[in-house]
């Protein structure tokens, strides 16, 4: 499966280049199905992915770190930026989260996940009129999103 293959070659080339070996029952199998160089690790892409697997980890020292080197990969990635500050606002580092979401904002990200995790920050931070915007334009385009309504529900409390 693609999971499988894209675990299998964040544990085969990662350790070797970032020094985060994952810990999961695929080691010895992703070490057998690849072989070093054939995959590209300049990009970026590998070292996002581990970051969110790192995150999903519950490793979130290790998280930040791949996915700053990630984004010195690429700087210009707005997803990443994303997914970063996704990362930290799950950590409660919530200003620093907002700076990375309103740069991958202005690096063109929309849609209704940007909203969502924007008014749970701004919340989150005491700006309740900056949340209810970031709330209602997330609800304009996904009128039953959770979190959006979730962000609601606690500003009219």
Known sequence: SLIRRRRCLIQRHIPEQAGFPLRNKYSSECLMRFSPGRTEV???GILANLAVALQIQGRGREAREAFE???QAQPDN???RFNFGACLAEEGRHREALALMLQARDMGLKGVKVHAALAGIYLRLGRRSEAREAAEAALA???DNPD???VLDELNR
Do not use: S, Y
């Open 148 to 150: 959006a309504l979730r």
């Open 141 to 143: 385009v996904e009128p």
């Open 69 to 71: 080197r990630a984004l």
């Open 78 to 80: 707005a997803q990443l």
């Open 42 to 44: 300049g990009n970026g």
